[in-house]
């Protein structure tokens, strides 16, 4: 019986076939990293810049709102980013905007703080989660307590000596936000524009283009986009997390996505389909 | 009856805009309750939507409809979830905390890397070179996609540049003209809903 020629076989292709070279293509340098090398581009560079400056005992305001979807990408971020503050001697006040954030930042804290010997309420202080995302931004600049009047745990604000004579966004030179929505629009808006806050974003990758008009114009200093950003961010922090060693795996599964794409037009093309089909992306 | 909601709507909207301009102390500790209003407002949304969650599967469930037992598992968790969160808190060690850890953290996880498998499937399915215009979006795209990954420099070292250029110059002229555009719709809309030229949100057009 003679075979059907491979372009059209290919064409047909059964997506399980593709589901499985994904899931090698991820496993496989998870269990065994290469660590490629990675080059730090000039946005991630402004950002880790921006927080080294500070002063140490400096206060930087923290709005980390994400959720375990996008945890891949911003939680390495904000390891990496409060090792930094810890490091710098710098004392964050982190916060949420969304309700299932919390979770994820309570381990963030506690492997940063672990990993740089810190104390909560002594070198951090956790507001926990406040709903009404841009009231509670535009709230921030009038009076933290009467947006957090407690911390995560219930502790009163105005009992956590490290929160003495600071109310609002005044009170702090540096506001970062580490956001996988538009929450990181209001920051800009409110923090940045109305308030005159020097802000740092950290974003997902597919967000990260929407804001470079706002680094170019100056309204944020420097921006960490996806998981590539955040493995940057722990390259020039020196630390190995799971930002760099997520960087292998989407390598691979990048490449390998570009082969498919390349092999279904070659096959395609072949079989005279482009001709034939020609017209819609 | 209908000019009530038309004029708190006037007011506040006009107020709010006024507020943003004005940074006398006073003005700003009006905005302040004003933005205590939106919480309480927010608050009972999040009330409004429990309540809507449950009603919705509640019916479902005695109707016996069709992937009626997926209900019954959303109605255990909200009441599970609500009365441990209202009872014992969220702080670690509890139980709503725990059950975060174990179970929601990596359901969504998962959910969310599932896309990986079916976007690696609908890009050899249907992102073809058919003309000019896709042709063009197929190379930028794989430029990227090559280019900002750590392997690229290793296949070409001209790729990092090529992708920051990419981004640095037809991305951001795009993005800003995009970004003007939505901000001079979004001042149009809004001028169109204070100043009562678009009701529709009243429930009529």
Same mark, same amino acid.
């Given at each position: 019986m003679a075979r059907r020629p491979l372009a059209p076989r290919l064409l047909r292709l059964d997506r399980r076939v593709i589901f499985i070279l994904v899931a090698l293509a991820t496993a496989i340098p998870l269990?065994?990293?290469?660590?490629?090398?990675?080059?730090?581009? $000039?946005?991630?560079?402004?950002?880790?810049?921006?927080?080294?400056?500070? $002063?140490?005992?400096?206060?930087?305001?923290?709005?980390?709102?994400?959720?375990?979807?996008?945890?891949?990408?911003?939680q390495p971020m904000s390891i990496s980013m409060l090792r930094h503050c810890f490091r710098k001697g710098l004392k964050p006040v982190i916060l949420t905007l969304y309700p299932a954030a919390p979770g994820l930042i309570e381990r963030a804290l506690n492997e940063a703080a672990d990993a740089e010997g810190k104390k909560r309420n002594e070198d951090y202080v956790f507001l926990g989660y406040k709903s009404g995302s841009q009231s509670v931004i535009l709230g921030l600049g009038e009076s933290i307590r009467t947006m957090f009047p407690t911390d995560f745990?219930?502790? $009163?604000?105005?009992?956590?000596?490290m929160m003495r004579g600071h109310n609002s966004y005044a009170d702090f030179p540096l506001v970062i936000n580490m956001a996988g929505s538009r929450i990181a629009d209001y920051y800009i808006q409110i923090a940045a524009t109305r308030y005159r806050r $020097?802000?740092?974003?950290?974003?997902?990758?597919?967000?990260?283009?929407?804001?470079?008009?706002?680094?170019?114009?100056?309204?944020?200093?420097?921006?960490?986009g996806g998981m590539k950003g955040a493995a940057e961010y722990e390259v020039l922090n020196n630390?190995?997390?799971?930002?760099?060693?997520?960087?292998?795996?989407?390598?691979?599964v990048h490449v390998l996505i570009v082969i498919l794409v390349i092999?279904?037009?070659?096959?395609?093309?072949?079989t005279g389909g482009l001709r034939r089909r020609g017209g819609g992306a | 009856m209908r000019n009530g909601p038309l004029l708190v709507t006037f007011f506040t909207g006009a107020l709010l805009v006024a507020f943003f301009f004005i940074p006398h102390h006073s003005a700003q500790k009006m905005q302040s309750v004003m933005l205590d209003w939106a919480n309480v407002v927010y608050a009972f949304?999040?009330?409004?939507?429990?309540?809507?969650?449950?009603?919705?599967?509640?019916?479902?469930?005695?109707?016996?409809?069709?992937?009626?037992?997926?209900?019954?598992?959303?109605?255990?968790?909200?009441?599970?979830?609500?009365?441990?969160?209202?009872?014992?808190?969220?702080?670690?060690?509890?139980l709503v905390n725990r059950f975060y850890n174990i179970a929601n953290y990596h359901l969504v996880s998962t959910m969310f890397a599932l896309l990986a498998f079916f976007i690696a499937s609908a890009a050899f399915r249907a992102f073809r070179a058919r003309n000019v215009e896709a042709t063009l979006l197929l190379v930028t795209a794989i430029v990227m996609m090559i280019?900002?990954?750590?392997?690229?420099e290793y296949i070409w070292q001209g790729f990092p540049a090529l992708t920051e250029w990419l981004l640095d110059v037809p991305n951001l002229a795009a993005k800003r003209a995009i970004a003007i555009g939505i901000g001079l719709g979004a001042v149009s809309t809004a001028l169109k809903i204070i100043l009562g030229i678009d009701r529709s949100y009243l429930g009529r057009s």
């Open positions: 269990l065994f990293p290469v660590n490629l090398p990675i080059s730090v581009s $000039p946005r991630v560079r402004a950002a880790f810049d921006t927080v080294d400056k500070q $002063p140490a005992g400096g206060y930087v305001l923290m709005s980390l709102d994400y959720e375990p979807d996008i945890a891949a990408e911003l745990w219930g502790t $009163p604000l105005d009992s956590i000596p $020097p802000l740092v974003l950290g974003a997902t990758a597919v967000m990260t283009t929407d804001y470079y008009p706002y680094l170019s114009s100056g309204q944020i200093l420097g921006l960490i630390l190995v997390g799971n930002g760099r060693r997520g960087m292998d795996a989407q390598s691979v092999v279904g037009n070659l096959a395609l093309l072949l | 949304a999040l009330i409004l939507g429990s309540i809507t969650l449950w009603t919705v599967h509640q019916r479902k469930v005695t109707s016996r409809a069709p992937g009626w037992a997926f209900s019954v598992v959303t109605l255990s968790a909200l009441a599970f979830m609500t009365g441990a969160g209202v009872l014992q808190g969220v702080e670690e060690g509890t280019g900002r990954v750590s392997i690229g």
